[in-house]
């Protein structure tokens, strides 16, 4: 059975950090393209970031760029998302997404595979 599961999510000042983890089971990441999307309340979710399986010029949404980094380590099955300098308006649900490819997938429906999300909330 394949799972996907979030974990650092958390409350955290304005300028704080959180790493965010996706630890995957039942399917081998190092095969998987890897996305990292968000939802505000009351608005759609939006891509955050995505990552290839060579890791080779991952994509950032225009609103974290420079302050987010996602990576990946297939020893440990797991991929991360270091959001730095938080701001109040990247409160929402955190989701990671895993899709059969080597090349970057940016578009949310391209994804096969979801995780449950974790909540992260940045006070002001």
Same mark, same amino acid.
């Given at each position: 059975?394949?799972?996907?599961?979030?974990?650092? =999510?958390?409350?955290? &000042?304005?300028? @704080?950090?959180? $790493?965010?983890?996706? %630890?995957?089971?039942?399917?081998?990441?190092?095969?998987?393209?890897? =996305?990292?999307?968000? &939802?505000?309340? @009351?608005?759609? $979710?939006?891509?955050? %970031?995505?990552?290839?399986?060579s890791e080779v010029r991952p994509i950032y949404g225009n609103s974290v760029k420079g302050r987010f980094a996602i990576s990946r380590d297939n020893a440990k099955n797991t991929?991360?998302?270091?959001?730095?300098?938080?701001?109040?308006?990247?409160?929402?649900?955190?989701?990671?997404?895993?899709?059969?490819?080597?090349?970057?997938?940016?578009?949310?429906?391209?994804?096969?595979?979801?995780?449950?999300?974790?909540?992260?909330?940045?006070?002001?």
């Open positions: 059975q394949v799972r996907l599961m979030e974990s650092g =999510g958390g409350l955290v &000042q304005f300028g @704080g950090s959180l $790493r965010l983890s996706c %630890a995957a089971s039942g399917l081998p990441l190092d095969n998987y393209a890897i =996305g990292w999307f968000r &939802q505000a309340p @009351g608005k759609d $979710r939006e891509g955050v %970031a995505c990552i290839s399986t991929v991360y998302l270091q959001l730095n300098n938080l701001k109040p308006e990247d409160t929402a649900v955190y989701y990671c997404a895993a899709t059969v490819a080597t090349s970057i997938r940016a578009r949310e429906d391209e994804y096969d595979y979801w995780g449950q999300g974790t909540q992260v909330v940045v006070s002001s």
